[in-house]
Nanobody, 128 residues
């Protein structure tokens, strides 16, 4: 069983920055690729960014590429999402996700249907 706890979501101004954190309660954190997804009201849960088990490989949605950075600390069972140049369309509930991995490839953790564990989400609101 993996428990994921997100934090860091809040109201932020357009163009601002925010760092989301996710702490995983699991003994074998390094066996999981990690990802961030987001879901806006009335929309599907979409992939934002993912990172492989070692952190060597990352993958981003086109809409956030160049603005968001995913990272992980396997010594602390943590994954982070640094979000810069935030836009109103980034407003959503952001979910941390864990995907039991069999390789060091971030692209295998981009489908919500294949994710093994989810956090409860943290709200990010971007507004003027």
């Amino acid at each position: 069983q993996v428990r994921l706890a997100e934090s860091g979501g809040r109201l932020v101004q357009i163009g601002g920055s925010l760092r989301l954190s996710c702490e995983a309660s699991v003994r074998t954190f390094s066996n999981y690729a990690m990802a961030w997804f987001r879901q806006a009201p009335g929309k599907e849960r979409d992939h934002v960014a993912s990172i492989s088990v070692t952190g060597a490989d990352t993958y981003y949605a086109e809409s956030v590429k160049g603005r968001f950075t995913i990272s992980r600390d396997n010594t602390k069972n943590m994954v982070f999402l640094q979000m810069n140049s935030l836009k109103p369309e980034d407003t959503a509930v952001y979910y941390c996700a864990a995907d039991l991995a069999y390789n060091d490839n971030a692209r295998t953790s981009t489908l919500a249907s294949t994710i093994d564990y989810w956090g409860e989400g943290t709200q990010v609101t971007v507004s003027s």
